[in-house]
């Protein structure tokens, strides 16, 4: 499905929940990272020898070192559900054949080993200006190429079913699309899965904005308990 504007208007919706608080964890559904310290009781961070991961107002994943450095930083408890949408900015800053990923798995791995060793995922593998929908060990498919260094990129998964996610690369406005939506069929994987942000091999990559947004029905029913939450507390 192209992003409609139905869509467009639950993103927004989201975003504006948390306009102008600052915080290095979701809000309403929204994590901005700001400032310069990481949210240990949100995120858990793995990094091999000569990786590193901060945050100062975006998260970097930095694994220039020498050699295959990884590193991972994935949610404990924020999770995506079927019928959910999570949408992310990435900006690769640097490297020839920079490889980075945005997944949703069902396990927050961290500290200790990489999620891609033993969990199941979908997710947006980055690799030297192409984008592609992939499912650990399974099928694949690309999303988008001839991206370029230092230049935002939205990435957008929905979670269709158990069994289908729509995987969408936007320019940084949110809403021009670069290549063509694609969904992929993959293994069923049920319940709420956890977001992971990845970089290895000699590059560097920010991550910002990351934004989970319910499926329309559960959408409409917060914000029917917040209207009537307001009236409450007028009367």
């Known amino acids: 499905m192209m992003f409609s504007n139905t869509r467009s208007l639950l993103v927004a919706t989201a975003l504006l929940s948390a306009a102008g608080t600052a915080q290095a964890a979701f809000i309403a559904g929204v994590e901005t990272f700001t400032g ?18 901060s945050q100062n107002n975006a998260l970097s994943i930095n694994t220039t070192g020498n050699g295959s450095q990884e590193a991972d930083y994935t949610t404990l408890s924020q999770t995506v559900g079927i019928g959910d949408t999570f949408r992310v900015d990435v900006r690769p800053v640097t490297n020839s054949g920079y490889y980075a990923a945005v997944a949703l798995t069902n396990n927050s791995a961290g500290s200790g080993s990489r999620y891609v060793a033993d969990s199941q995922f979908i997710h947006f593998n980055i690799t030297s200006g192409s984008i592609t929908a992939q499912e650990k060990g ?23 079913s158990a069994t289908q996610s729509e ?6 406005n949110g809403i021009t699309t670069v290549g063509s939506p694609t969904t992929l069929t993959h293994a069923s994987i049920p319940g709420g899965l956890n977001i992971s942000l990845y970089g290895v091999d000699l590059s560097v990559v ?30």
Not at 138 to 160: C, D, F, K, M, P
Not at 167 to 172: A, G, I, L
């Open 36 to 53: 310069t310290t990481k949210d240990i009781s949100t995120w858990e961070d793995f990094t091999a020898a000569g990786a590193t991961i």
């Open 206 to 235: 920010e991550f910002d904005n990351a934004t989970v947004v319910p499926e329309p029905a559960t959408l409409g029913l917060l914000g029917l308990a917040g209207l009537l939450a307001r009236r409450g507390r007028k009367i």
């Open 138 to 160: 399974g099928s694949s498919s690309s999303v988008s190429s001839g991206l370029a260094l230092n230049t935002t990129y939205v990435l957008e998964i929905e979670r269709l």
């Open 167 to 172: 995987f969408t690369v936007f320019q940084s």
